[in-house]
């Protein structure tokens, strides 16, 4: 399977503890985006990569995030002292470098926080 | 103004009707736009991209009106398994894509 690909499908943590999720783009494919959703809202933009650099940041974006691609391939995302608000569907998503080019989409890390 | 609006629905439809969905983005400067279908607890996948001078796919039109800030989204001869929630993207003033809340539709036996 070449999809994009997330890990944990699934994480239930407590207030207060860190998350780290991960991300395996389609290998060809040079930016990957993280997304959150909340149900009945569409997907919501964290943050954007294009290889290793870390291009734009939302600004709803807490300082509790981060998020790495340290070598250009797989991604990953933290939240530190994690809250009740923070539960969502994390998506992450990869394109190839054209401006035109589609987002691809991985089955989502579910978070919730008791 | 929001950078996309898109109408929530619910649109519920009787089986081989023809239903439509718009949205409206407020970056004049964008360029590339999607349709997206999600199914309940699933992720987004690409349905259509959308071309200045509108696409059909199928049972599927997509159109872009460039004047009004609109891309409109045409299924006919709706299918049961049509039933989704669609999501119209447009790029942000950034450089990521915006997603609409959706459109839930129902397609009826």
């Known amino acids: 399977d070449t999809g994009v690909s997330q890990d944990p499908r699934h994480k239930i943590t407590k207030r207060g503890q860190n998350v780290t999720f991960r991300c395996d783009p389609i290998?060809?494919?040079?930016?990957l985006y993280w997304y959150r959703q909340t149900l009945g809202q569409g997907p919501e933009f964290l943050t954007y990569f294009q290889n290793e650099a870390q291009l734009e940041k939302s600004r709803l974006l807490s300082d509790r995030f981060s998020a790495e691609r340290p070598k250009g391939s797989f991604s990953t995302l933290e939240i530190q002292r994690t809250e009740q608000g923070d539960s969502a569907m994390y998506l992450c998503a990869s394109s190839s470098y054209s401006e035109n080019s589609p987002l691809h989409f991985g089955n989502g890390t579910r978070l919730t926080v008791t | 103004r929001k950078e996309v609006e898109q109408d929530p629905g619910p649109f519920n439809v009787p089986e081989g009707a023809t239903v439509a969905f718009n949205c409206t983005y407020s970056?004049?400067?964008?360029?590339?736009f999607f349709w997206y279908r999600q199914d309940c607890r699933k992720e987004p996948k690409l349905l259509m991209s959308?071309?200045?001078s509108g696409n059909e796919d199928g049972r599927f039109t997509a159109q872009l009106n460039r004047a009004s800030q609109y891309i409109s989204l045409l299924i006919r001869d709706s299918k049961l398994s049509d039933s989704a929630t669609y999501l119209c993207v447009v790029p942000g003033s950034a450089r990521q894509l915006t997603f609409g809340s959706g459109t839930q539709l129902t397609v009826l036996p």
């Open positions: 290998s060809e494919h040079n930016r």
């Open positions: 959308v071309y200045s």
């Open positions: 970056n004049s400067a964008s360029q590339s």
